[in-house]
């Protein structure tokens, strides 16, 4: 995105004249960008524009272009849930490197409507967790929560890919690495660009 919000001329719905607003012309195209980690403020970024868009105008899909390494298990998975929850089709475009939790969100694109670029790789491997730096107590705690949302996450990707439930637990044992002909066979994504 670029650095600052320009500004540009958009007719508001009800308005008879186009006025001046600071937003992203993109944003009102319903086109968004995953471009980097997944942390929070990503998270919510991405969460709060897609609920936006979709109360301004819930019969507009969205476009979710993906370039990203992952990033936090509990954000990718916000931003996956919205995608749910929303009555408009989100078209995912894989770019790049979309890794861990960000092929995730990929796979979480409306059903038909997952696409990859030739060149983009993608990447699915067990969730991780920042148990290292939690007291003994925690890390107990959060081992069990990490094998539930694995447990969940691998159902979900079994449900969207079609590929076996056992399949996707031992492929997310390491990182597994696909090109874009791969994550389409797969199930990942549904077509690739020209």
């Not at 600052?4 to 012309?25: R, S």
């Not at 705690?141 to 949302?149: G, H, Y």
């Not at 056992?166 to 090109?179: G, L, N, Q």
């Amino acid at each position: 995105m670029p650095i600052g919000v320009p500004k540009i001329a958009y007719l508001i719905t009800g308005e008879e004249e186009g006025t001046w607003v600071d937003v992203n012309g993109l944003y009102r195209r319903r086109v968004l960008f995953l471009g980097q980690a997944i942390e929070r403020e990503v998270a919510n970024q991405i969460i709060g524009i897609i609920a936006f868009l979709s109360i301004d105008d819930s019969s507009l899909d969205h476009y979710l272009f993906i370039n990203s390494p992952g990033g936090s298990l509990i954000g990718g998975i916000g931003i996956y849930d919205m995608m749910q929850g929303v009555k408009p089709d989100v078209h995912t475009f894989a770019l790049g490197v979309v890794a861990s939790m960000a092929s995730f969100i990929l796979a979480g694109g409306t059903i038909t409507k997952r696409l990859a670029y030739p060149h983009s790789r993608v990447m699915i491997h067990q969730p991780a967790s920042s148990y290292f730096q939690a007291p003994t107590g925690d890390f107990v705690m959060e081992i069990e929560t990490v094998i539930e949302v694995r447990e969940k996450i691998t159902q979900t990707y079994a449900r969207r890919t079609g590929q076996h439930h056992v399949i996707i637990w031992c492929d997310m044992e390491r990182d597994c690495f696909m090109s874009a002909t791969e994550a389409k066979a797969y199930g990942v994504v549904d077509l690739l660009t020209v």
